[in-house]
């Protein structure tokens, strides 16, 4: 036995976030750990890397008990994290990273680097992830974030890792980089490393795991062996019961006129080929692509982010003028941003303070903000969207991943959105708060809204479009219609091939 | 409780504490009573009405509000005469002075700047505004002129911090060199109201001194409360403040400004995102805060009589910033209350009386500055920290 938890309880102020959770790997097992945002899985993750220190219960590593007090004592002692958010250095070397903190020396007072050491370690290392060794000397911050993730795995590996603890590793990659890491994983795997690996793609449990643990509200739901973990299976776990409809298609409008035509379309940062797209009223238009593809480049260029150097848009057949964001929202062409952290909430303000934000000339009387008009604005949105929060003014940062993207839906959907652009619409949200807001996109294109669909998530993309374009190194590289639709044609197209 | 009786309530206390403190000075000042009595009333019920009572705003001006009780106990035991009315007033009068640079500085560390010209400026200011009435110039019509100037090298600041990407705190550093070094090179030596007055008469005659001699008297008395004899009346600077900075509390915690003031100072991207033009909010508060140090230049020639342009509103830009962080506003931005400004601008002006009548060296000034300002800051994040923990 690797690793054994027994009993963990972990008190935050107001919440008990692990109520006596247990579970155990063994060498060369990949456990996954599955649950709903706030379930506990992130916190029971904190406690076995150190982060933070158990209230109550035990961690046994290699049949020793062991209570680390930072995450440094679990690194020393084998037992990594890899965090959602990368802890890279952009601007050091990918050997400088891979040494951080540890790097060799030839000794003496000056503590000189020994560089041909740690160069020859490094390659090494950056072999056993399937790197090229010529990686050495990159700066990390022009790696793609599937590349920065094997770095990571490699940092932990030089530090003799028994325990690697990814937490939602895949939210950032491709489907090739995806794979890539399943390969190391299979390795670490054969090499007797123990992986626990958090997600929230029920699909790559299903592919790459040994045996899944469930928890909810912070105690075991349930296991589940190699052989059980099925879609239903995990998903009635999770959320205690059976969810009908995944993907509701029920208001979908039909085949709509074009409300965003966009005409040969270029823009700064994009690609040298003009862009034309329709997006239909009523429908939710699904645009697939590697990351890199130019996505979120050639939405950023409608919604006002990028300079627009050619071609033109017509919004409803007239001629709209975008040169910043505040026009395109006056306009009622609004983005869910990719990054809702970054560019889609304020996160140290309040739930209100965010949904008020692009708002404000909507309960304005008189060049002051009306209190009570606004408050009844909050609550209404809070409501509507099943917004879970105790009140208008919690710090919106504090608030699980879903319950964010709500927020980022919130602010928009007072407006009453014409084209609403959703770049990775789902992107860390727990599948109950998914369900939700798929309802939610569906309502929206059943009242006419013309909904553009970003995804990474071949699931996702084949459960809500009702029409689909791929994008290939900026240029669109095919469109599907739904009965066209299925994952090998959208990959053929991501990948460059032909429909 | 409704937004007009919670007003009316804000409005009785503030007439109560202004009166309060009137009859507590010893009645009767010489001055415009009714007028700023009224004034200071509705200003404070303003700052008091808009401040959100909640436990962030709380944690942020408790700190302030702490040490300015311990420094008043210590001031009212070192000396009888420490709260004896001339004393009083003068204090009130430097709290009004470094509150207008505070305000300014404070705003615009809110939404993620920085303004190091703001001394330079209060120089520069103060020299113009010399100049400016040397020319014939009426006083009343110089002031406006330079808080206009000041608000033009706002806007300047502001266009070059977000039109070309420069940082705020390279841009101002620059100003700060210029404005000192434009300032001594247009007005190499002191000038002052005396000088002023004698170059009028010289040039122009004996009458148009005479004109400059009374108006300037008057604008001072308006603006700074000083009588004829040179005697401080009423704290008409404080009053000029509170009222500037109710206005502040209005457009910050009531009107859309304000909101997407502290959006932009917590996450410019995402004010940008949400359709918030976010350059022309920077540069607006570039230009008040530079506007608000022109006027403090002013106030400074009016009431000193005569400045020096080579140690005018030297480390203005540091004592505002100083005021402001005390007051609450952090320096990473999106933080801050009118009130909590109102309160920051109060501590240095009582530290100075407090090192007076304690008998400590001037000498001691800079590092006791230094150390209330580490010590509010370790206090700050102490009670931010303790106020985490427990929500």
């Known amino acids: 036995m690797l690793l054994s938890a027994t009993g963990i309880r972990k008190q935050f102020p107001g919440v008990l976030a692990l109520d006596g959770v247990s579970c155990s790997l063994e060498r060369g097992e990949v456990l996954a750990v599955v649950g709903e945002n706030g379930a506990g899985k992130s916190t029971l993750m904190k406690v076995i890397a150190g982060v933070y220190q158990p209230d109550g219960g035990t961690v046994t590593l290699d049949g020793r008990p062991v209570r680390f007090s930072t995450p440094q004592a679990a690194m020393t002692a084998g037992v990594s994290l890899i965090h959602q958010e990368l802890n890279l250095a952009d601007n050091l070397s990918v050997q400088d990273n891979l040494f951080l903190g540890r790097e060799a020396t030839v000794g003496g007072p000056l503590k000189l680097l020994n560089r041909s050491a740690m160069a020859q370690h490094g390659a090494e290392l950056l072999v056993r992830v399937g790197l090229p060794t010529a990686y050495l000397s990159k700066p990390v911050g022009e790696l793609p974030p599937g590349q920065k993730q094997l770095v990571e795995i490699a940092r932990a590996l030089g530090l003799s890792a028994k325990l690697l603890i990814m937490d939602e590793p895949t939210s950032s990659l491709t489907q090739p980089e995806t794979d890539r890491l399943y390969e190391v994983i299979a390795a670490l795997k054969a090499a007797g490393v123990g992986v626990m690996y958090i997600s929230h793609r029920l699909a790559e449990i299903t592919r790459c795991c040994d045996r899944a643990v469930v928890l909810r509200d912070g105690k075991n739901a349930g296991e589940l062996a190699k052989a059980d973990i099925t879609h239903d299976n995990l998903v009635k776990l999770m959320v205690g019961r059976d969810l009908k409809t995944f993907f509701p298609r029920t208001h979908r409008a039909g085949d709509g006129k074009p409300v965003l035509q966009i005409r040969n379309l270029t823009y700064a940062g994009g690609p040298v080929t003009p862009v034309s797209l329709d997006v239909r009223a009523g429908e939710v238009l699904g645009m697939a692509g590697l990351v890199g593809a130019g996505r979120t480049e050639l939405s950023e260029a409608i919604f006002g982010i990028r300079t627009v150097t050619g071609g033109e848009v017509n919004l409803n057949g007239v001629p709209l003028w975008v040169s910043k964001p505040a026009d395109a929202v006056k306009a009622g062409v609004l983005l869910v941003p990719e990054d809702r952290r970054k560019h889609g909430l304020v996160l140290a303000e309040g739930v209100g303070f965010n949904l008020s934000l692009p708002n404000l000339d909507r309960v304005r009387s008189a060049g002051l903000v009306d209190r009570a008009a606004e408050r009844a604005m909050h609550a209404d949105t809070i409501a509507k969207l099943r917004v879970r929060t105790p009140n208008a003014e919690q710090a919106v940062g504090l608030l699980s991943g879903g319950n964010q993207q709500k927020v980022v839906f919130g602010k928009w959907l007072a407006r009453g959105p014409r084209v609403l652009i959703l770049d990775e619409p789902t992107r860390g949200v727990d599948v109950g708060a998914k369900t939700e807001i798929y309802t939610l996109i569906d309502e929206l294109a059943g009242r006419g809204v013309a909904v553009w669909m970003i995804t990474s998530d071949l699931e996702e993309l084949l459960g809500v479009s009702d029409r689909v374009v791929v994008m290939h190194e900026g240029r669109l590289a095919g469109e599907l219609s739904r009965s066209e639709l299925t994952e090998e044609a959208v990959m053929r197209l991501a990948t460059g091939g032909r429909a | ?391």
């Open chain 2, 1 to 391: 409780m409704n937004e007009k009786s919670k007003f009316a309530a804000c409005l009785a206390a503030g007439v109560a504490v202004v009166g309060g403190a009137w009859f507590a000075a010893a009645l009767p000042f010489d001055g415009p009573y009714p007028a700023w009595f009224i004034l200071t009333a509705v200003a404070l019920a303003t700052l008091a009405h808009t401040f959100e009572v909640s436990r962030r705003n709380l944690q942020r001006t408790a700190g302030v509000v702490l040490l300015l009780v311990g420094l008043l106990i210590v001031l009212g035991r070192s000396s009888d005469a420490a709260f004896a009315r001339s004393s009083v007033l003068s204090i009130l009068n430097r709290h009004g002075e470094l509150g207008l640079v505070t305000l300014g500085a404070g705003l615009l560390i809110l939404t993620g700047g920085i303004d190091l010209s703001v001394g330079s400026l209060v120089a520069l200011a103060a020299v113009s505004f010399g100049l400016l009435a040397e020319q014939g110039v009426p006083p009343a019509a110089a002031a406006v002129l330079v808080v206009l100037g000041g608000v033009i090298l706002g806007i300047g600041h502001g266009l070059l911090v977000t039109q070309l990407g420069l940082q705020a705190f390279l841009v101002t550093l620059c100003g700060m060199f210029m404005y000192r070094g434009v300032a001594r090179s247009i007005q190499p030596g002191q000038i002052g109201r005396g000088s002023v007055k004698n170059e009028l008469e010289q040039t122009v005659g004996e009458g148009a001194g005479q004109a400059f001699e009374s108006q300037f008297l008057d604008l001072r008395y308006w603006l700074t409360g000083q009588n004829t004899e040179e005697r401080l009346v009423f704290p008409a600077l404080l009053v000029v403040f509170l009222l500037l900075a109710a206005v502040a509390a209005v457009f910050l915690h009531r009107s859309s400004f304000g909101r997407y003031w502290y959006a932009i100072g917590n996450n410019e991207q995402a004010a940008r995102y949400a359709g918030v033009t976010v350059w022309k909010h920077k540069v607006s508060v570039f230009a008040i805060c530079s506007g608000l140090a022109a006027l403090a230049g002013v106030v400074r020639f009016l009431g000193a009589g005569s400045v020096t342009p080579s140690v005018e509103g030297d480390s203005y830009e540091l004592y505002a910033i100083t005021a402001a962080v005390l007051g609450g506003v952090s320096l990473r931005g999106g933080e801050g209350t009118a009130v909590g400004l109102v309160f920051g601008a109060l501590v240095l002006p009582v530290v100075k009386p407090v090192m007076n009548f304690t008998k400590c060296p001037s000498e001691w000034e800079p590092w006791l500055i230094g150390l209330i300002l580490l010590g509010g800051a370790i206090v700050d994040e102490t009670i931010r920290r303790r106020g985490k923990r427990a929500g």
